[in-house]
């Protein structure tokens, strides 16, 4: 399963988290309520798809390079909408 969450994240990242949610409880369990994954969908969803997946990895935490791998999402979230500015 998590080889075809990556491959689907490479496609689209929301379409990853539509995946992530149908086939497993990765979401419900890493996060507290569903309304963060639903700003997350729409706002930031490889910052949502990041924390989720590395909540999942260890230690049911995201703690030290998880958070830098949070991070590099962050960044590609945000490098997404700044580049989206610049191309018209």
Do not use: H, K
Not at 34 to 54: D, Q
Not at 69 to 75: E, H, N, S, T, W
């Amino acid at each position: 399963m998590p080889c075809l969450v990556v491959l689907l994240a490479l496609i689209s990242p929301r379409l990853a988290l539509v995946g992530v949610w149908l086939f497993s409880n990765i979401l419900s369990r890493s996060f507290d309520s569903w309304i963060v994954p639903l700003i997350g969908f729409f706002v930031l969803p490889w910052t949502t798809l990041a924390y989720a997946g590395m909540w999942s990895a260890g230690t049911n935490q995201v703690s030290g390079f998880e958070w830098f791998i949070v991070g590099l999402a962050f960044v590609a979230d945000v490098g997404s909408y700044v580049s989206s500015r610049y191309r018209t």
